[in-house]
């Protein structure tokens, strides 16, 4: 698929003939004869319409194109990189063609394409449409406040780097897990990502919340595509020890969520929906992994997503949050034992095709709160009142949409 872009990450289908940007969209041709000149697994691009002349293989972003500057009017694209083609160097102006990986043959013709006829100036390529758009692979998590001292231990987790602020970790859609820390040393400007590590698209659940093997770190848990549970041990400073097996068969579940400690033992549980309906408390051992299972109840496949905010009431006791078929959002309050009480729906509809997340507070005010990606183009946080309650939205940051992007 082709897009045509106007702006630095407004997204369209074809460069327009007015000022203002239409939103058609292309898809892309049938292979024509001379596409066979770029070998595959390559980005080319081409002196002439049609894929002739000379040819010229992309292989990384190019801020100017020198001798190429204003003379492409054919590309092709077999590899698996996103492109963006602009009109200015730096990646700039306000013509762009965005194609997607193994998009095939475009030709720089017509009344709409033929106006980046020899009009491209610089290119920038990426595994991911948010890298190639943005210039970054990360989302821009905005600086955020100290949380209050003291904090009970419900309220103690979403910062993996012991520095009282709360952080976020992003699977972008090509399996980097970046860690988005929350600080700056100046407010208007968003702290560079870091990046954790590759290969995380093996994984289909990743969770966390606080510290599950009493070292006062954060850790996470993740189940690959085979079903084996992961514990990835945190060292507080933003990074894993070797990874632990916890053990194989967790594929029965739908759905894995820690949750904090709902047995009221002091040690952070797990809960899993199976794909019957039933929900599980798997209490935690202290160790960084789990004893004997316990029945919460049926049921539960009417919920689509299982959210761990910590103490939503203000009771001391960890709750869960889940969405139902119907767009409603429910607050189920821990009761200490290892299940929930009489639940409260929470205000606002909360569409099913957008994640719900929760890393505690996220405002400064020692409460927990909610966030979600409204229209998938920004993250806002529905700061919570202490008292099961959520105010309106506000927006945060800008959000990445592709399929496999996983925000925790």
Known sequence: MIRTVRGRRALAAAVTT??????????????AAGEERCPSGKLCVFQYLHYKGEMKIITSSQASLGTWDNKISSLVNHSGLHAVLSSDRNHGGNDSLVVSPHNGGVDFDGSVMGQLDNRISSIRVATTHWEANSGVAWMDWWPQQKRPAGLPAAAQFGDLNNDSRPDLLERADD??????????????VPPKAVLIGGGWNTMT????????????????????KAGVLWFYPGTGKASFKPRVKIGAGWNTMKEIEAVGDVTGDGRRDLVARDTAGVLWTYPGTGKGRFGARKKVGAGWNAMNQL?????MNGDGRSDLLARDGSRGLWLYPGNGKGAFGARAKLPYAWPSDAPVLSVGDVTGDGRSDVMRPINWQQLYVYAGNGRGGIGGPQADMGWDSAERVHVF
């Open 307 to 311: 959210v761990a905010p910590g103490d």
């Open 205 to 224: 659940q990743i969770v966390r919340h606080g510290d599950y093997n009493g070292d006062r770190n954060e850790d996470v848990f993740a189940r690959d």
């Open 175 to 188: 399996g980097r897990l970046w860690y988005l820390h929350g600080y700056s040393a100046r407010w208007d």
């Open 18 to 31: 007015a000022a203002s940007l239409a939103t058609l969209m292309t898809a892309a041709p049938p292979a």
